[in-house]
């Protein structure tokens, strides 16, 4: 049975390994990195792997993303504190707890009602209780809530919702997996004007589908 100093220094691995090994600096993504048990995302069974260079299954046929992913996305956001971001796809809420450990608030959207109340459970266990999360169709954002100063979307669409891009801030940054089933490009799109956007190709990725009205129709 693990215990939790080997999931400390499992952590501690997992940062100087898969997340500064691989190029990401930012060290608001690096101390939140080194803060998240990610352990406590996944199922029992699984937590021996929760620090391995993978992502993992968390029911609903969805996966919690392989922890470079989480950094890489997390960095991409350009976020130094203060901000407003939206979560499309809470998953096992532990890109959520990522977030909040570098923005003032975090709004967070899942089609899952089993996955959210999990997520909402475990967030709530570790003190992590400034992160919204709703139940619903994703790809209509959260306008209530709207506008946000970046928007991560965990899940592959076919096009950028323009829901998603209505709801950022000029200045704004959208980081999104756009392409076909199992194969994307995970895509930075920055609002530089009020109808001017200025999109960037980040890296090659493979996410599940953003299932919903303005994403696939299913999986």
Known sequence: MTNMLDFSIARRQMV?????????????????????????FVEEALQSQAYSDFPLPIGEKQTISQPFMVAFMTQALALKGGERVLEIGTGSGYQAAVLDQIASRVYSVERFASLARRARRILDGIGQNNINIKVTDGTFGWE?????DAIIVTAGAPSIPTRYLDQLVVGGRLVIPVGEFGSQILKRVTRTAAKEYHEENLLDCRFVPLVGKFGWEKE
């Open 16 to 40: 100087e390994r898969q997340i500064k090994g691989r190029g990401v600096s930012d060290p608001l993504v690096i101390k939140a990195m080194q803060r998240i048990p990610r352990h406590l």
């Open 144 to 148: 209530e809530e709207a506008p946000f």
